[in-house]
């Protein structure tokens, strides 16, 4: 059966600090993966999405980037924080060009102090 | 482009009574239609899903959708809650635009099930 892991599951930052949060596939081959935000309150924000390695695709122009170095492989990073970057932030695949239903991590929850 | 409205952001009710989580969307196109549960800080979970075929899904803990062409839209309902239900709803829509499928997630209702 198919997993997806995210980590870390919490994590405070200071600004200005720099970030990588990591998501992981497990049991299907060329996922398409997203990045997705959060905030309190708020429904979800997409950032990247990927249907391939090195196919990053961005919603929102921020300071985030997103890479995909390997095929089950997500990385969400940024040089410098910002107070605004703090929310939950979840990964989510799904399979095939028509893309359907997609299936979320456990999500990581960021504090920027 | 597509959107999805939930009209409701909250909605409190008393446990075994019944409950509606209303969904609207606009697409100028074929879509497909979905409602995914949140727990607290938790992922999302896929509750249910509409394709194509019979347009009266269900999920395998009670709830079920109609997706009405006509009226734009795919309402949760549920016969009788449970206090276990409490979480946080998203409706999503998902339709060929440009060829992408990318979908389109509503801002999310919060069901309160009291005692």
């Known amino acids: 059966s198919q997993t997806i892991h995210q980590w870390p599951a919490t994590l405070v930052q200071p600004v200005g600090s720099p970030l990588s949060l990591e998501c992981t596939v497990e049991?299907?081959?060329?996922?398409?993966l997203y990045w997705y935000r959060q905030a309190a309150g708020r429904g979800l924000q997409l950032l990247f999405y990927?249907?391939?390695?090195?196919?990053i695709s961005s919603e929102v122009p921020q300071n985030l980037s997103a890479s995909r170095p390997q095929d089950r492989q997500f990385i969400l990073s940024s040089k410098k924080l910002l107070l605004s970057d703090s929310g939950f932030y979840l990964c989510?695949?799904?399979?095939?060009?028509?893309?359907?239903?997609?299936?979320f991590g456990p999500g990581t929850r960021l504090t920027v102090t | 482009a597509q959107s999805v409205t939930q009209l409701d952001s909250q909605v409190p009710v008393f446990e075994e009574a019944p409950v509606e989580l209303r969904c609207n969307y606009s697409?100028?196109?074929?879509?497909?239609l979905f409602w995914y549960v949140q727990y607290p800080n938790q992922g999302l979970q896929l509750l249910l899903k509409?394709?194509?075929?019979?347009?009266l899904v269900e999920s395998i803990n009670g709830f079920e959708a109609e997706f009405n062409k006509s009226q734009t839209s795919f309402h949760l309902r549920k016969p009788s809650v449970h206090i276990s239900d409490t979480a946080e709803y998203f409706c999503?829509?998902?339709?060929?635009?440009?060829?992408?499928?990318?979908?389109?997630f509503g801002r999310g209702t919060s069901l309160i099930v009291h005692p």
């Open positions: 989510a695949w799904s399979v095939g060009q028509a893309m359907y239903e997609q299936y």
């Open positions: 049991g299907t081959s060329n996922p398409n």
């Open positions: 990927s249907v391939g390695i090195g196919q």
């Open positions: 697409s100028s196109v074929s879509v497909y």
């Open positions: 509409y394709l194509s075929g019979s347009t």
């Open positions: 999503a829509v998902s339709g060929s635009s440009g060829g992408s499928y990318i979908p389109t």
